[in-house]
């Protein structure tokens, strides 16, 4: 069974940093692209940062670009989102995803095959 897991959120102050990480296991990601998207209360799903399947590609939303880095650890089976000068509008739930036999970064949620459950990240003014 495939399994997609966040860790890392939490509760932290305005300008503070937090690291995102998601395992996965039941399957190898490490010829597919993986993303994060987030939804924050009363909003839709969005799109946050994407990586290739080679970790050479990286994509961003404008929101983040310049504070959010995305990066993978294919040897682990891992994914990363490192959060700096955090907002309070960047207060969501945080989702993981993998894709199936994507290999460029994809930005709609429809490219993704799995995903986690979330975890969730709260920014205090």
């Known amino acids: 069974q495939v399994q997609l897991v966040e860790s890392g959120g939490g509760l932290v102050q305005a300008g503070g940093s937090l690291r995102l990480s998601c395992a996965a296991s039941?399957?190898?990601?490490?010829?597919?692209?993986m993303g994060w998207f987030r939804q924050a209360p009363g909003k839709e799903r969005e799109f946050v940062a994407a990586i290739s399947w080679n970790g050479v590609s990286t994509y961003y939303a404008n929101s983040v670009k310049g504070r959010f880095t995305i990066s993978r650890d294919n040897a682990k089976n891992a994914l990363y989102l490192q959060m700096n000068s955090l907002e309070p509008e960047d207060t969501a739930v945080y989702y993981c995803?993998?894709?199936?036999?994507?290999?460029?970064?994809?930005?709609?949620?429809?490219?993704?095959?799995?995903w986690g459950q979330g975890t969730r990240v709260t920014v205090s003014s």
């Open positions: 995803a993998a894709g199936r036999g994507l290999r460029r970064v994809a930005t709609t949620q429809l490219e993704y095959a799995y």
């Open positions: 039941g399957r190898t990601f490490s010829n597919d692209a």
